[in-house]
C-alpha cells in the first residue's frame, strides 16, 4: 500500500467516524428562552460519481467514473451543513469541498499531475411561516 493510499484510507476513516459520532450527539445548542439563537452543525458524506461527456481538443471524450474510481483519487473531502435560527429567521451554510489528484501520461511527451479543487457553498436566508413552510431566497458559490 502506497503512503499515499494509506493517508487517504485514515482521512475517509477519520471522517467517517466524526459524521457517524455527531449523529449520536445533540445537534441543537441554545439557552432556554424560544426566542433565543440556536446553532446546528451537521456533518455528512457526499458520494460522487460522473457519467457524461466532456470535450479536448475539440473532441467529445467519454467520462465515466463510479464513487470508488474517485474514491481511489481522493485527497481529502469534508461537507457540513450550519443553520443559525432566532424565532422565524434562519441563515444557512451549506458547504462541501473536495481534493483530487492523479498522474498523466499521454502519447509522446506529455505527462504531468492533474489536480482538482471542488467547492460549492450554499448561503441562504429564510423565514418561518408556520411549522410546514419556509420561505428562503440564497445563492450558490
Same mark, same amino acid.
Given at each position: 500500500?502506497?503512503?499515499?493510499?494509506?493517508?487517504?484510507?485514515?482521512?475517509?476513516?477519520?471522517?467517517?467516524?466524526?459524521?457517524?459520532?455527531?449523529?449520536?450527539?445533540?445537534?441543537?445548542?441554545?439557552?432556554?428562552?424560544?426566542?433565543?439563537?440556536?446553532?446546528?452543525?451537521?456533518?455528512?458524506?457526499?458520494?460522487?460519481?460522473?457519467?457524461?461527456?466532456?470535450?479536448?481538443?475539440?473532441?467529445?471524450?467519454?467520462?465515466?467514473?463510479?464513487?470508488?474510481?474517485?474514491?481511489?483519487?481522493? $485527497? &481529502?473531502? @469534508?461537507?457540513?451543513?450550519?443553520?443559525?435560527?432566532?424565532? +422565524? #429567521?434562519?441563515?444557512?451554510? !451549506?458547504?462541501?469541498?473536495?481534493?483530487?489528484?492523479?498522474?498523466?501520461?499521454?502519447?509522446?511527451?506529455?505527462?504531468?499531475?492533474? $489536480? &482538482?479543487? @471542488?467547492?460549492?457553498?450554499?448561503?441562504?436566508?429564510?423565514? +418561518? #411561516?408556520?411549522?410546514?413552510? !419556509?420561505?428562503?431566497?440564497?445563492?450558490?458559490?
Amino acid at each position: 500500500m502506497t503512503p499515499n493510499l494509506a493517508k487517504r484510507r485514515i482521512l475517509t476513516a477519520a471522517i467517517l467516524s466524526l459524521t457517524v459520532a455527531a449523529s449520536f450527539g445533540p445537534s441543537t445548542v441554545a439557552a432556554q428562552e424560544s426566542d433565543s439563537w440556536e446553532f446546528r452543525v451537521t456533518p455528512y458524506l457526499w458520494m460522487l460519481g460522473m457519467d457524461g461527456t466532456t470535450a479536448m481538443l475539440g473532441d467529445d471524450v467519454p467520462v465515466d467514473a463510479s464513487f470508488s474510481d474517485i474514491l481511489d483519487l481522493l $485527497n &481529502i473531502a @469534508l461537507s457540513v451543513n450550519m443553520e443559525l435560527s432566532k424565532g +422565524k #429567521v434562519f441563515f444557512v451554510l !451549506d458547504a462541501m469541498y473536495a481534493a483530487l489528484e492523479t498522474d498523466f501520461e499521454a502519447p509522446g511527451p506529455v505527462a504531468g499531475d492533474i $489536480n &482538482i479543487d @471542488l467547492i460549492i457553498a450554499d448561503l441562504a436566508v429564510g423565514y +418561518k #411561516v408556520n411549522d410546514n413552510f !419556509d420561505l428562503y431566497a440564497g445563492a450558490r458559490l
